[in-house]
């Protein structure tokens, strides 16, 4: 007997001047895909350190987590399931170095060319205006919530 267990992703919502920090990905389609900087949890890894890791690993910024945005639950078509803990991230210093292989660039974007993708079906998942919606909307809870011993 098999046990299910969800695939553990962290994001970060990275905000500046009106622009929000995004990778642009090649997912195989007819046209690049956008998402926050984003990623698996890694065996022995904690929230916090992912989301800082996987900003650096796919934009290049060195981030500080300021707020937990909240676990987010979303099944997609071909039936896997993702949960995925978001924070608000401030962005610090960018580095001299490669992006992921799999990440074409990274962009600051606004909310309206971001509602644009949206339309176009060019976001990652339905995850990513809601991640940015709700940090907007300062529905955002302290680091201190969670309790990763």
Not at 15 to 43: K, S
């Amino acid at each position: 007997m098999s046990r299910w267990s969800p695939r553990v992703t962290v994001a970060c919502v990275v905000e500046r001047d009106g622009r929000y920090l995004m990778v642009e990905e090649e997912r195989g389609g007819p046209a690049t895909l956008f998402n926050q900087p984003a990623g698996h949890l890694e065996p022995d890894e904690r929230l916090v350190e992912a989301v800082c890791r996987e900003a650096l690993e796919e934009t290049a910024w060195r981030v500080t987590p300021r707020a937990y945005l909240g676990l987010y639950c979303f099944r997609t078509d071909s039936g896997l399931t993702f949960h995925s803990h978001g924070f608000v991230a401030r962005a610090e210093t960018r580095l001299e170095r490669a992006l992921d292989s799999d990440i074409l660039a990274c962009h600051w974007l606004t909310l309206d060319e971001l509602e644009a993708l949206d339309r176009d079906g060019r976001l990652r998942s339905p995850l990513v205006l809601r991640r940015i919606h709700d940090a907007a909307a300062g529905r955002h809870y302290p680091l201190g919530m969670i309790h990763d011993l």
